[in-house]
């Protein structure tokens, strides 16, 4: 995408942001990363009157794998407080689960993070329509004392809704303190820390984040009180406990984040080397009608459990029930208030 292009599209992400004349924003980058990133929003930003201000961090040291919520701030108290006095934050380097985040938005900073690739970024644009249906979607699941997952390959699984908030990503924000990510398109929260019980079964064609694959093999995930006791099949499988057992901390095995996603411009299929090389699977967590469970931490909800080993997977095919009121079926969301017309489908 040229730089014009880009900057029009960051130009409509402010505009659904509500940023105004007068306003402060930052935009975080770090290393020789996204650079383009902040030219678009610095152009997009001073047409609309913003005191636009580029922040950019020195390259990480190498590291090996994604060690979530482990960000370059941590060294610079300076930035953090720059940060915490800023009306907007344009994180496009991915703070999300750090401690530093925590404390920007409890400033008051609205966060929204942009890391996928401009022309991903171009497709899934935010939308009236998409934060209002995902915004009723984060109602009903509020509202709602359990959910139940089940699938025609064997999953049917029970999360108790006591303890946990509920969080809606539409990919963009004008609320003071609020995060959001661009491109998004998805409501969730999390299971009580005693509360899920099952068994889910990965199916053929479901996504591993961040493996990014997808899964060609059933992965078998027993659940008790909030744990996973087991975790069987074949070649997935393996890839799934050897990536786990790396991380040597048995709170991996807890049940992380849980929800369904809305956004009708985001496709299953797209997730391949030569679509968006370097992504980081935005699009399969957004795709409409999918059930999406997560493993590992919930204290980005407000949990204890604040492990580095975090995994996301995005099903295909799920029936989603709240208090026994059907949402998704056979992956398809079928509560009419929150339907959304899925465009070349
Ligand atoms: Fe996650």
């Known amino acids: ?47 609309l009157g913003a005191r636009m201000y580029h922040l950019r961090l020195p390259a990480p040291p190498p590291a090996a794998g994604w060690n979530v919520g482990v960000t370059g701030l941590a060294a610079l108290p300076d930035a953090v ?7 907007m934050l344009i994180d496009c380097v991915f703070l999300l ?14 966060i929204l993070t942009a890391v996928e690739p401009p022309a991903l970024l171009a497709r899934m644009l935010p939308s009236r329509e998409l934060r209002e249906k995902v915004e009723i979607g984060a109602k009903f699941l509020s509202d709602a004392k359990t959910m139940r997952i089940t699938s025609p390959h064997g999953t049917d699984v029970t999360y108790k809704l006591n303890t946990y908030p509920t969080v809606a990503e539409y990919a963009c924000t004008d609320t003071p303190g609020r995060w959001d990510h661009w491109p998004s398109g998805f409501v969730f929260t999390g299971g009580d820390d005693d509360g899920v019980d099952g068994k889910i079964v990965v199916a053929p064609g479901d996504v591993l984040l961040p493996q990014n694959i997808y899964v060609r093999e059933p992965i ?37 984040h849980v929800g369904w996603g809305m956004n009708p411009d985001a496709k299953w ?24 469970f997560s493993t590992g931490p919930n204290n980005e909800l407000g949990g204890k459990n604040d492990t580095a080993c975090h995994l996301d997977i995005p099903m ?10 059907p949402i998704v079926i ?15 489908a």
């Open 220 to 256: 078998v995930y027993t659940i008790e009180k909030g744990w996973i006791v087991d975790i069987r099949g074949g070649l997935d499988a393996d890839l799934v406990k050897s990536y786990m057992a790396d991380f040597a901390d048995p709170r991996g095995m807890g049940m992380s």
């Open 316 to 325: 295909r095919n799920c029936s989603l029930f709240l208090d026994d009121r």
């Open 269 to 292: 299929h797209r997730m391949t080397p030569g679509e968006f090389p370097g992504g980081m699977g935005m699009e399969p967590r957004s795709f409409y009608g999918n059930v999406m």
């Open 81 to 87: 407080e720059a940060l915490k006095n800023c009306d």
């Open 1 to 47: 995408m040229d730089q014009a292009s880009f900057t029009e599209i960051c130009l409509h992400q402010l505009k659904m942001s509500a940023v105004h004349e007068g306003e402060r924003l930052i935009v975080l980058t770090q290393g020789g990363d996204r650079l383009d990133y902040a030219d678009a929003f610095m152009a997009a930003g001073q047409r």
């Open 97 to 110: 689960f750090s401690p530093e985040q925590f404390a920007i938005q409890a400033a008051g900073t609205r």
């Open 330 to 344: 056979d992956g398809d969301i079928v509560a009419e208030d929150i339907q959304m017309n899925r465009k070349h």
